[in-house]
T-cell receptor, first 117, second 117 residues
């Protein structure tokens, strides 16, 4: 039972390069999320998708784009990486969408450690 | 605006002693409260949640949390600490009066729990 799978686990980019972080879940969850984790700042939401076909901005969306490819997959793209985007990125999913997301627990992937030089 | 505070960056406890990790929150409506744990090089894992009902919530791995409305607190507790409990713990809050959605979930900065043999 894989749960939430993220690739790659590690990545080093040069400023201005682009890349896509991949995320897939096998729990038939409706909602998926991308967070970044920075020391002393907890987790901050970048984008989320309440259901297949919808995406919404979170707290820190600038410099990122997302695609909800299907119910299983939710990718995060950095079009032109900047050093400020050096972080650990987590994908997460939850069973329900919409208003029912409020009480739902999140299932997290193991993270992608990204360094932008 | 909602917020959550974890006042201690680090908590040190001897194995076998009781532990408490503190969390206070601020929301305008009724709070939905969560605790997550992050082991090294892993994603966050759900421990427990409070939505409504009993003020003492029991969760995974022998952890429990006490909801105190008058003190706006949701402290995580365990009667007898294990070395394997050493990890990073996050408190999170969502305002029950909000429209729902992941952008309504706010994480604290995290508390490192260190259990000494």
């Amino acid at each position: 039972n894989a749960g939430v799978t993220q690739t790659p686990k590690f990545q080093v980019l040069k400023t201005g390069q682009s890349m896509t972080l991949q995320c897939a879940q096998d729990m038939n969850h409706n909602s998926m999320y991308w967070y970044r984790q920075d020391p002393g700042m907890g987790l901050r939401l970048i984008y989320y998708s309440a259901s297949e076909g919808t995406t919404d901005k979170g707290e820190v969306p600038n410099g990122y784009n997302v695609s909800r490819l299907n119910k299983r997959e939710f990718s995060l793209r950095l079009e032109s990486a900047a050093p400020s985007q050096t972080s650990v990125y987590f994908c997460a999913s939850s069973a329900k969408g919409g208003r029912r997301m409020k009480s739902e627990k999140l299932f997290f992937g193991s993270g992608t450690q990204l360094s932008v030089l | 605006a909602q917020s959550v505070a974890q006042p201690e960056d680090q908590v040190n406890v001897a194995e076998g002693n009781p532990l408490t990790v503190k969390c206070t929150y601020s929301v305008s409506g009724n709070p939905y409260l969560f605790w997550y744990v992050q082991y090294p090089n892993r994603g966050l894992q759900f421990l427990l949640k409070y939505i409504t009902g009993d003020n003492l919530v029991k969760g995974s791995y022998g952890f429990e949390a006490e909801f105190n409305k008058s003190q706006t607190s949701f402290h995580l507790k365990k009667p007898s600490a294990l070395v394997s409990d050493s990890a990073l713990y996050f408190c999170a809050v969502r305002d029950g009066a909000s429209g729902g959605g992941a952008d309504g979930l706010t994480f604290g900065k995290g508390t490192h729990l260190i259990i000494q043999p």
